[in-house]
């Protein structure tokens, strides 16, 4: 997946750049177009592919004119401050509308974040926005016609978060979090540089994205620096001699576009590398670039991270211990449905379907590891802490793997349901509930009565299905000790 999405990225990013090009259109058109282009392939990811042509459709909608504003208001300073804030706030903001919300609010921020390095004024619009369009409208040829590859079915829903109102509710606080992030980005990165404040901006912007705890925050700022120190690096040997040759620059953008897509999904520093390494290719072409330009931007990058971390440090902080400890109450529960779901299909029920619960619980363990990653950071100074992150990994794992076994056990035609299932799916729902708190019985049917208690015999499958509800009940009891430490209390080996 992430090989057809590195090489379907390059195949895109590369006709919308072109075709704008053909058209006679400026190079701060093409850069438009190719920044565009990578947005609506990155950041658009609906569960259908349906839903992701209206979201692409929509970018425009919200690019065309936020790019307007930015070039209407770039020669009145407060103003422009005032309404890049205004944006980054709202940009955080829509997240509270599921994963279109989130490109509809990334792609508008960048379009004001892409207008601070444009020469072109407002005169110039026309042309920017007939780019912007071209290169919507090759991503949609490409995506959804030319290399489309995404299910037509939609993947099992993760609820989000039960939240509160105003500013308890988790987008609110996101959005005021970021907002007080920029402005502190903002005015420090225009002591630092009139002309490039706007990187402080952006980085700080950037780090908040698919986070939602304070330890989750800082983790992400600190690859952020690492990604960008070490993109200078490559940069000072790579970029600065090529110099905005059109041929060797063309083909070192390809490779950094295939990296950013190819690693996004599993290290935000060296995607961030390879964005830096980028820019620092297209301030080439533009005929900006030197080496105290990327010292520069690396000095930005560290004051916007700084001033993410003050956000999430001091404005309606939420701790790596509360966000953590609500996912694996939900990734509990859904071991605890799979367990149900398997019991009932054992016991003759078509209509159960365990293989959906865990394609639910393989996302919400992602969620977990997500949010346990700065306990077990290496440079995480709480050992303890860490240390019991690590054994509640392994646990939950153990518990994803007992699932998995019990979902393949229950599809098999052979296997079915003795009365001894129902003994074990009880005792697992009695570990839920040391857990957790109280929850449906595992193998209550529909009319809440447990099934199985009246067949006595044995059938084929029943043995292994046995022994993954044993494995399942043997986690939870022992993910209960360290689930319900304090949170600085040591490890200690239970059982």
């Known amino acids: 997946m992430r090989l057809r999405a590195a090489s379907r990225a390059v195949l895109g990013i590369g006709a919308a750049v072109a ?58 300073p407060l103003l422009r401050d005032a309404a890049f804030l205004a944006v980054a706030f709202a940009g955080a903001y829509a997240r509270r509308w599921g994963t279109r919300g989130h490109a509809l609010g990334v792609f508008g921020f960048m ?10 004024g407002l005169s110039g619009a026309p042309g920017l926005h007939a780019a912007l369009l071209l290169a919507v409208l090759v991503v949609c040829a490409v995506r959804f016609g030319l290399w489309c590859y995404e299910r037509r079915n ?4 993760v609820p989000a978060p039960p939240g509160g109102r105003g500013l308890a509710r988790p987008a609110t606080r996101l959005a005021v979090q970021t907002a007080a992030a920029c402005a502190f980005a903002l005015a420090a990165g225009q002591l630092l540089s009139q002309e490039r404040w706007y990187w402080a901006v952006g980085a700080a912007w950037w780090i908040f994205v698919n986070t939602a705890s304070r330890g989750e925050t800082l983790v992400r700022g600190f690859r952020r620096v690492l990604g960008t120190l070490v993109g200078i690096v490559a940069g000072l040997w790579v970029a600065v001699p090529v110099d905005g040759g059109p041929v060797a620059t063309g083909l070192l953008l390809s490779v950094c576009v295939f990296g950013i897509f190819y690693t996004a999904a599993v290290s935000y520093s060296w995607m961030m590398f390879f964005v830096t390494v980028l820019v620092g290719l297209l301030y080439g072409m533009l005929g900006a670039l030197h080496p105290g330009l990327l010292q520069l931007r690396l000095i930005e990058t560290a004051v916007g991270a700084l001033g993410a971390g003050l956000a999430v440090a001091f404005v309606l902080p939420v701790t790596t211990h509360a966000a953590t400890h609500g996912w694996i109450r939900r990734a509990v529960h859904c071991v605890h449905a799979c367990a149900r779901e398997s019991a009932l299909r054992l016991a003759g029920d078509e209509s159960a379907d365990p293989a959906r619960r865990i394609a639910e619980l393989e996302m919400l363990l992602d969620r977990v590891r997500t949010s346990l990653a700065p306990l077990v950071h290496l440079l995480s100074p709480l050992r303890a802490r860490r240390a019991r992150a690590r054994e509640v990994l392994a646990l ?7 699932a998995h076994g019990l979902a393949r056990v229950a599809a098999d035609p052979d296997a079915s349901h003795d009365a001894r299932l129902a003994d074990a799916c009880r005792r697992v729902e009695e570990a839920v509930h040391r857990l957790t ?3 449906r019985d595992a193998c209550a049917d529909a009319d809440g009565t447990v099934t199985g208690q009246d067949t006595p015999c044995r059938h084929p499958g029943a043995d292994r299905a046995l022994g993954h509800l044993h494995g399942l009940e043997t986690a939870l009891v022992e993910l209960a000790v360290p689930v319900h ?5 040591p490890l200690t080996t239970a059982a």
């Open 19 to 76: 075709a704008p090009a053909a058209a006679g259109l400026s190079l701060e058109a093409c850069v438009i177009a190719g920044l565009a282009a990578l947005l609506a392939l990155f950041t658009v990811t609906d569960p259908t592919v349906r839903r992701q042509a209206v979201t692409v459709a929509l970018l425009p909608a919200v690019g065309v004119p936020v790019l307007t504003l930015a070039l209407a208001l770039r020669d009145a």
């Open 485 to 489: 430490a304090p949170p600085r209390a």
């Open 154 to 157: 939609p993947p099992p829903a």
């Open 396 to 402: 939950l794992d153990d518990c994803a793997r007992q």
């Open 437 to 439: 708190g109280p929850a």
């Open 111 to 120: 379009m004001f974040f892409a207008a601070q390095f444009l020469t072109t």
